[in-house]
């Protein structure tokens, strides 16, 4: 199984704020790599896929980069809606493994 | 608009076998795969397996001894079984749409609303 290890676990930040999430895999998986959002007591949110590409509808404060094992989130003014639990996600190679999420506190 | 709704059994004991179904509303249902996902309390998100329209399955090494997947396409419905459970296997279950396949990723487009399963003596 692809190893999936996010950084911090957790942090707090306020509105207006500029965040950066990091993803760190296992191995090599390319740009094999997806973002998801949980807000409480939600399904998670699809954000970012193939490690760049904003799915349709969400908000161009959020993007993604990297490739091969290291990835980054970023918001680049966290809006109080964005105070949830972010997942990563490696479709390289099955078994499909998350990352253990960072949660954004206020 | 692509929805899944999911139900099933919410209580269950030890050794019990889970049953969970998911229905697809909107889309296609046999353009796609259907996955599922559970998430223990608290804790981060774990992928089951997947099928698709055909019945063709991929599951989880992890619990592969135990997975069930079933198809029915005159309903657009998928199912879960999960055999011999225990308190390791209290979770939110989801299904979802996926992994959707695009260019160099693959990923979950929509989900269910999730259902809560507690084993418990």
């Known amino acids: 199984d692809i190893q999936m290890t996010q950084s911090p676990s957790s942090l707090s930040a306020s509105v207006g704020d500029r965040v950066t999430i990091a993803c760190r895999a296992g191995?090599?998986?390319?740009?094999?790599l997806n973002w998801y959002q949980q807000t409480s007591g939600k399904a998670p949110k699809l954000l970012i896929y193939a490690a760049s590409s904003l799915q349709t509808g969400v908000p161009s404060r959020f993007s993604g980069s990297g490739s091969g094992t290291d990835f980054t989130l970023t918001i680049s003014s966290l809006q109080p809606e964005d105070f949830a639990i972010y997942y990563c996600q490696q479709s390289y190679s099955s078994p499909l493994t998350f990352g253990g999420g960072t949660k954004v506190e206020i | 608009q692509v929805q899944l709704q999911q139900w099933g059994a919410g209580l269950l004991k030890p050794s019990e076998t889970l049953s969970l179904t998911c229905a697809v509303h909107?889309?296609?249902?046999?353009?796609?795969?259907w996955s599922w996902i559970r998430q223990p309390p608290g804790k981060g998100l774990e992928w089951i397996g997947e099928i698709n329209h055909s019945g063709s399955t991929n599951y989880n090494p992890s619990l592969k001894s135990r997975v069930t997947m079933s198809v029915d396409t005159s309903k657009n419905q998928f199912s879960l079984k999960l055999s011999s459970v225990t308190a390791a296997d209290t979770a939110l279950f989801y299904c979802?749409?996926?992994?959707?396949?695009?260019?160099?990723?693959?990923?979950?487009?929509?989900w269910g609303q999730g259902a809560l399963v507690t084993v418990s003596s």
């Open positions: 909107g889309g296609s249902f046999s353009g796609y795969h």
């Open positions: 979802a749409r996926g992994p959707v396949a695009a260019g160099l990723a693959a990923y979950f487009d929509y």
């Open positions: 191995q090599n998986i390319f740009t094999y």
